[in-house]
């Protein structure tokens, strides 16, 4: 992984496959991959920071990696994990995430 990878995957819980459905993919959750084993994520209980050694995956799962192709220059990388550091602790919002779903700008 490299710093501002989105890692995208789903689980089995009955809010993923809500989300799976709503959106009509086979994904329902996002992560950003900060620093060696760190990433950054929201879920009902808010943004968090997270230990990639300590995230499990089910088989059945799927499981995705996003990186622009011509990859990340030091600084672009920096500022994404810099915008995702800062939310750290904040709540997470429902009405954003409904928003990104449906083509609205979320600030």
């Known amino acids: 992984l490299a710093r ?3 890692i995208l995957t789903t689980s089995t819980a009955t809010v993923s496959k809500a989300i799976r459905l709503g959106t009509k993919s ?3 959750h996002a992560m950003v991959y900060v620093q ?3 990433v950054i994520d929201a879920t009902s209980e808010g943004v968090h920071a997270r230990n990639t050694q300590r995230l499990f995956f089910e088989g059945e799962c799927a499981l995705h990696v996003l990186r ?3 990859g990340l220059t030091p600084e672009q990388a920096e500022q994404v994990c ?3 550091r800062q939310r750290v602790g904040s ?3 429902t009405r ?3 928003k990104t779903v449906i083509g609205g700008a979320g600030q």
């Open 68 to 70: 622009l192709k011509a």
């Open 91 to 93: 709540e997470y919002s």
């Open 4 to 6: 501002g990878d989105i």
């Open 82 to 84: 810099q915008f995702v």
């Open 36 to 38: 060696h084993c760190s």
């Open 26 to 28: 086979d994904i329902s």
């Open 96 to 98: 954003e995430a409904i």
